[in-house]
């Protein structure tokens, strides 16, 4: 079956640099999510996106913005890259929660960012 | 604020035996999901058990889900070393839109033996 797509999956930048995070969500979800998971930690919500239109908001920076385009497909921008940046970025998909259930969010693979 | 709380926070066994994993959270929830991790590799998805559900089997995993308690715990019987991993759960939080952002708990590190 098909997964979720990420891209890429390893990025190295520089302090002050900017990195465009790609995914591709699995055919007929409607629904991506973005998370960030530091060192040691759990992975924490940033932004969603249904249907083209940016459903929810975590603790997202400022620097970041994200949109989803007309196939579904999403990509995180972050500017002004600082060292905590780095991490490790989910995207996941799902089925869309209005029709009155949640669903499985299946995630990617993840694209680790490193900022030196 | 902490949604998921897992405990114990590393846990090690030997193969064959079986593991258990326990978390708790703090706010209604629509349903809870139980993700593996391996080191520094993605989130796979183990199970999802709603509100209404009480138990859930898949293959040798078994979810229980005690709405009044606030907790789930997660069986692992007949543990292999591939079994080996973070374990994560998360519960669903209704987002000002339609969707369903999760919040994670801070996982339990299995080690299994051989």
């Known amino acids: 079956a098909a997964g979720v797509i990420q891209s890429p999956r390893h990025l190295i930048k520089e302090k002050r640099e900017t990195a465009t995070l790609k995914c591709y969500p699995i055919?007929?979800?409607?629904?991506v999510y973005w998370y960030q998971q530091g060192p040691g930690q759990d992975p924490q919500f940033l932004i969603s996106f249904y249907e083209k239109m940016q459903s929810d908001k975590g603790s997202i920076p400022d620097r970041f913005s994200a949109q989803q385009f007309s196939d579904y497909h999403s990509e995180l921008n972050m500017s002004s890259l600082e060292l905590g940046d780095s991490a490790l970025y989910f995207c996941?998909?799902?089925?869309?929660?209005?029709?009155?259930?949640?669903?499985?969010?299946?995630f990617g693979p993840g694209t680790r960012l490193t900022v030196t | 604020s902490q949604q998921g709380e897992e405990d114990p926070q590393a846990l090690s066994i030997q193969e064959g035996e079986n593991a258990t994993m326990n978390c708790s959270y703090k706010?209604?929830?629509?349903?809870l999901q139980w993700y593996r991790q391996n080191s520094g590799r993605g989130l796979v998805h183990l199970i999802l058990i709603r509100s209404n559900e009480r138990e859930k089997h898949s293959g040798r995993l078994r979810v229980t889900l005690d709405t009044s308690k606030k907790s789930s715990s997660l069986l692992i019987t007949a543990s292999r070393a591939a079994d080996t991993a973070s374990y994560f759960c998360a519960t669903d939080n209704k987002g000002g839109g339609s969707n369903y952002k999760l919040t994670f708990g801070k996982g339990t590190l299995l080690t299994v033996n051989p």
């Open positions: 055919p007929r979800h409607d629904t």
């Open positions: 996941a998909s799902s089925l869309d929660g209005n029709r009155g259930l949640s669903y499985e969010q299946y």
């Open positions: 706010t209604s929830i629509n349903n």
